[in-house]
């Protein structure tokens, strides 16, 4: 066998499927059983601008390509099926790498409930992944990011401007708070908690990928409304304090621009109660922008890959 077919078949034995995977990795697509629409999304992830190696991990790396997919299928409150994984990488690579990197996409996909169902590997001269991954809205209308209305709540579920702490932390050659370093590693999505808010009768919802400001702006523009965030709800996190104190920098700085959080945040009724381990920060308002405790904003609002 051809030292690629080898490796396929190193990284795909005894893998385990839900009972919507009708055919999984082998031939030339894999096939699925829908329940109901389905939703698709896909984000690339780049050695060096997504991750270092030096910084986590194959495992953990492993782990992040597939939570910052499944994240976006969150936040269209459908139910997480399935992945396809594009894997490329220097031909002088040790293998360990490989085989870690793989134990990380498999336990990270039973964390969040799917199947890795296929993908593709390639050599190159830097470590890209490609991640594709797939869900199931059982019936429900998918929860878009253009359904808010003005006097609306904002809440959020999960952890904000710890990943940019760890980001910071690592940056500077340190390793801890431990905590923050290993949210940069690999975010902790909410898993379950997009089909919750769904339930829950949300009315529009992302995931926090760029920055709560600047993905909250998406559901501004593409619902029409405005978002006004109060600071006071927010929680910072004890160790984001510390390293915001040790380093000069406002810890608002991180929990409103940080990114990476993939944190959820969603808008709902105003009579409607919050599911549990979900925390208010603000409302929707009748104007066209995301403010903070009823001023514009004049910091940084998230991370820009062409700014
Ligand atoms: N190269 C592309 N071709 C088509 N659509 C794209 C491309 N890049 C991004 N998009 C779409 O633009 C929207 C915003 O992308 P992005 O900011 O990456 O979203 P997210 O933060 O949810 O990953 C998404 O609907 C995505 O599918
Ligand atoms: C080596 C390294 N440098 C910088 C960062 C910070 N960083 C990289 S991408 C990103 C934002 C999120 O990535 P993106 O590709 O925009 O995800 P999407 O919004 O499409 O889900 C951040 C904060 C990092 N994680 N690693
Ligand atoms: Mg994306």
């Given amino acids: 066998m051809s030292a690629e ?6 990284l795909t034995d005894g893998l385990a499927f839900g009972s919507d995977v009708r055919l999984g990795p082998g031939d030339d697509a894999a096939v699925l059983v829908p329940r109901g629409d389905i939703v698709i999304t896909t984000d690339v992830l780049i050695e060096n601008v997504h991750f270092k190696r030096a910084w986590s991990s194959a495992f953990q790396t492993g782990r992040k390509a597939v939570a910052v997919n499944v994240s976006d299928i969150e936040a269209m409150g459908a139910e997480p099926s399935a992945v396809v994984i594009g894997l490329a990488f220097p031909r002088n690579l040790d293998r360990r790498w490989v085989s870690d990197f793989q134990e990380g996409v498999v336990e990270e996909c039973a964390r969040a409930g799917v199947s890795l169902v296929g993908g593709d590997l390639s050599s190159s ?37 710890c990943s940019a702490g760890g980001l910071l932390v690592l940056q500077r050659g340190f390793g801890s708070p431990k905590d923050l370093v290993l949210e940069q590693q690999c975010p902790t999505v909410p898993y379950g908690q997009g089909k919750v808010a769904a339930e829950a009768g949300a009315t529009a919802m992302i995931d926090v990928s760029d920055g709560l400001l ?20 927010l929680k910072i996190h004890d160790s984001l304090a510390r390293l915001a104190a040790a380093t000069g920098k406002d810890p608002l700085g991180f929990v409103l621009a940080g990114g990476e959080d993939h944190a959820l945040a969603a808008t709902f009724p105003a009579e409607v109660g919050l ?33």
Avoid: K, Y
């Fill in 125 to 161: 001269a830097h470590i890209a992944l490609g991640v594709t991954a797939l869900g199931n809205l059982s019936g429900r209308p998918a929860v878009t990011r253009a359904g808010a209305r003005a006097g609306d709540q904002v809440a959020v579920c999960g952890r904000l401007g």
């Fill in 275 to 307: 599911p549990q381990g979900w925390l208010r920060i603000g409302t929707v308002t009748a104007g066209a922008e995301v403010i903070v405790d009823g001023m514009p904003w004049t910091g940084s609002v998230g991370w820009d890959h062409f700014a």
């Fill in 214 to 233: 600047q993905d909250l702006g998406h559901i501004c523009e593409l619902s029409g409304v405005g978002i006004d965030v109060r600071t006071g709800a």
């Fill in 5 to 10: 077919f080898e490796m396929i078949a190193e």
